[in-house]
């Protein structure tokens, strides 16, 4: 190959990354921040919630409030059965063969 035909050749741009065919770059985005921030709830509801506010005209603000507080309710639903599940997780003997003075079930000794 000589150095003529070399420069004969147009010079392309490097190409873009684009995203998935049917995905927009900022729901990618989105969805990685969501993945990175662990907020699973805005990466799974986000695109309901925006829609919501579309139809609805509400400002930045207030679909921010709405996305915001969506998370937060799940947050605490997720809690509350984080709860139940490790207070189900104690043996029912367990209270019974505790040393504590609160769980005692044996007259206390004279």
């Given amino acids: 190959m000589t150095a003529s ?4 050749r147009p010079v392309r741009p490097p190409r873009t990354r684009a995203a998935a065919p049917g995905v927009d770059a900022t729901d990618a985005a ?23 506010a579309l139809r609805e005209h509400a400002s930045y603000r207030q679909f921010l409030a709405d996305l915001l507080a969506c998370d937060v ?3 605490e639903e997720r809690g509350k059965i984080r709860l139940v599940r490790e ?4 043996a029912p003997n367990a209270w019974k063969t505790s040393t504590s003075p609160l769980t005692r079930t044996s007259p206390r000794p004279r």
Avoid at 5 to 8: F, L, S
Wanted: glycine letters at 2%; proline letters at 3%; hydrophobic letters at 30%.
């Fill in 5 to 8: 035909t070399v420069t004969d």
């Fill in 73 to 75: 309710t799940d947050r």
């Fill in 30 to 52: 989105i969805d990685d921040a969501c993945r990175t921030l662990h907020l699973p709830t805005i990466r799974d509801r986000y695109h309901q919630i925006a829609a919501d």
């Fill in 87 to 90: 207070a189900g997780s104690l």
